[in-house]
């Protein structure tokens, strides 16, 4: 049900979960539900960047992982019926993984699985581009996919290289795939670029004028810029962070000066707030737990409650961990039923 296909140079392992595991409650993999009709669908954590500012510590040179995943398609397809079956209503999925979902070597086979899934009303993926290209665009299109959120933070070829940290990202390239999805397929583009105060404000303006003048937003909005958040075991630590005050103030600026909008309802969306999935655990609860494999932060485990739940499970100093053996553990966090457990000496 899992097994180690790969190692990294830093020793992270790869492993690739292909049977029989329930695929909701880990961060990392699987199916998220967060109380709206939009299911967060992440069927792998590699990513082939290595950005300056990532936040969850993905790409070529990790610090704090220990494993990536890859997650087998059926495996995914199951979780999303059991969540459209407990929610009773339609689906907006987005392929939005702690990596690039580009690189799951499965895409095309689940985005089309996906598309065919009774309750799927639409499919996106989120990326950072730099394994885009025509055809790429072409088998995504094919497969039905609905729209590509491009994470591009800069026009400029060289800057993109230092905030992406790999010589390999062609910025010439991802432009081309995205204008192509746009002009030559069904798939829209909704740009998302990254604010990085005194890093990129200025191109950010440039990101948005091509946005819009290549037709961005055909089905959804064009264009929304994000906020950079610090996180505990994300990448960016010198950056500058600001307040959510000063970036809607720049928001709103950078709308008056370009004569465009950037902020977005939830109904513009299509978005509203639905029945969530049942919660399985509950914070305190005391469970025995089945240790699958390594978590994919270093020191945490990825383990199971019974056929019901993933679960990031916490190791204890007085415990010796080994994989396929069950311990008992507390739970100490349940938001949106992703479980964090304890193990209890
Ligand atoms: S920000 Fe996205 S593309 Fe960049 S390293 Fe992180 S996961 Fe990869």
Known sequence: MIKIIGEFNDGRLIYSIYDDIPVFGYIAIGVIDRGTNVLQVRPTTICPQNCIFCSVDAG????????????????????????????????????????????YPHLSDLVYKL??????????????????????????????LDRINLSIETMNPDKAIYL???????????????????????????????????INDDDLVD????????????????VTIQKF???????????????????????????????????????????????????????????????LARGWLRGEYLGRYSDKSLITVLPSPHVRISPGVKYIARIIEDKDNLYIARIEN
């Open 229 to 291: 958040i610090k996180h505990k075991y994300g990448r960016g630590k010198d950056l500058k962070e600001v307040s959510w005050k000063e970036f809607w103030n720049f928001i709103e600026k950078l709308e008056i000066k370009l004569g465009v909008r950037l902020k977005w309802t939830m109904s513009e969306w299509g978005m509203h707030y639905a029945k969530r999935i049942r919660q399985v655990l509950r914070r305190g609860d005391l469970v025995e737990v089945e240790i």
């Open 164 to 198: 992406y940290g790999t010589r390999a990202y062609d910025l010439k390239r991802v432009i081309d795939s995205a204008e192509y999805a746009v002009r030559e397929t069904s798939i829209d583009l909704h740009v998302t670029p990254l604010w990085l105060p005194g």
């Open 207 to 222: 990101v948005v004028n091509w946005a819009l003048r290549i037709g961005a937003g055909k089905r959804w909005p064009p």
């Open 115 to 144: 598309k065919k899934t009774s309750g799927v009303k639409s499919v996106a993926l989120e990326t950072h581009g730099l394994l885009l290209s025509r055809k790429t665009i072409d088998r995504l299109n094919n497969a039905g």
């Open 60 to 103: 070529v040179r990790s610090n704090h992982r220990w494993a990536e995943y890859i997650v087998n398609p059926d495996l995914i397809i199951k979780g999303v019926k059991k969540a459209i079956e407990e929610k009773g209503c339609n689906v907006e999925v987005l392929l939005d993984t702690v990596g690039d979902v580009l690189t």
